[in-house]
């Protein structure tokens, strides 16, 4: 009975089976003091305490890995464009490009397979790899166009030029294309209306901006109410409805 109770009990008192992982820590260290030498077919000499004091050099675990180069086998917004060989931090390029199948390691037979053909640079549908990122902020941009509420104004490129710019986008006029309608004020009716214009980056891209008329007046008692986050209440667009006004700029793109 006691023998049967006994094994019971080591039975209860045995661990689980604990999972290994290699962790690949590599401390680089010197001695603070050298040893001494022993004579020749001698015996080793006795080390002292002050043998066992080290001074780490490295410590590999919290080394900077040096950048990746790989292989973009497409265009990668804010990367390259198809055969560039680009340099990045390894976790970027590991979970960015690699994983996706969008780059491949950089070796002599990866780059002579995706560089691009004469045929494929004739037909580059994009300018820089940042190029596409400020399209895709221009058209999700809804610009506040301020005109003066008492002296009449016809609403020109540089107008825009302007409102962009204090947007944060540098743009020369003739990189604007305005709505074939002319637009003029001041008009109490056109007061928080949109319309769009289109944006040319480098002579290629094409960026649809929306942009919204604000008048504004320098005698304080005249000005608009401020109406806080105006840019999430619905807008009304100023010519027809909002679907013909970006199919008259997307006959402008063209």
Same mark, same amino acid.
């Given at each position: ?17 604990a ?8 401390f ?12 020749k ?21 919290i ?22 060989v680009?340099? =990045?931090?390894? *976790? ?6 690699l $994983?996706? +199948?969008?780059?491949?390691y /950089?070796?002599?037979?990866? !780059?002579?397979q ?9 037909k ?6 940042? =190029?596409?990122? *400020? ?6 941009? $809804?610009l +506040?166009?301020?005109?003066? /509420?008492?002296?009449?104004? !016809?609403?020109?490129?540089w107008?825009?030029k302007?409102?962009l ?11 604007? *294309? ?28 094409n ?20 109406v ?8 009304e ?6 679907q013909e ?10």
């Open positions: 009975m006691l023998k049967s109770f006994c094994s019971s009990q080591i039975k209860l008192l045995k661990t689980s089976i999972w290994e992982q290699q962790v690949r820590t590599t680089i260290l010197k001695r603070r003091y050298e040893p001494p030498l022993a004579k077919n001698g015996p080793p000499r006795r080390l002292r305490a002050k043998h066992f004091l080290y001074d780490l050099v490295e410590d590999t675990g080394k900077k890995r040096p950048d990746l180069e790989v292989v973009l086998k497409t265009y990668v917004e804010g990367v390259g464009d198809k055969g560039d680009v340099a =990045a931090r390894p *976790t970027f390029a590991y979970n960015k490009l $994983l996706p +199948g969008l780059a491949v /950089k070796t002599e037979e990866s !780059v002579k995706y560089a691009k053909t004469e045929m494929e640079k004739d580059s549908t994009h300018s820089s790899p940042y =190029a596409q990122r *400020t399209v895709n902020m221009l058209n999700g941009l $809804l +506040g166009v301020v005109m003066n /509420k008492d002296q009449p104004w !016809v609403i020109e490129k107008h825009i302007a409102s710019r204090k947007a944060g986008f540098v743009c020369p006029e003739d990189c604007i *294309t305005l709505p074939k309608e002319r637009i003029e004020g001041p008009d109490m009716n056109k007061e928080g209306k949109i319309f769009f214009c289109t944006v040319v980056i480098n002579n290629l891209e960026a649809t901006v929306k942009c919204r008329i604000h008048h504004w007046s320098t005698d304080p008692s005249e000005r608009l109410p401020y806080p986050e105006f840019w999430k209440l619905p807008s667009p100023l010519f027809g409805s909002e006004a970006a199919s008259n700029n997307a006959e402008k793109k063209e």
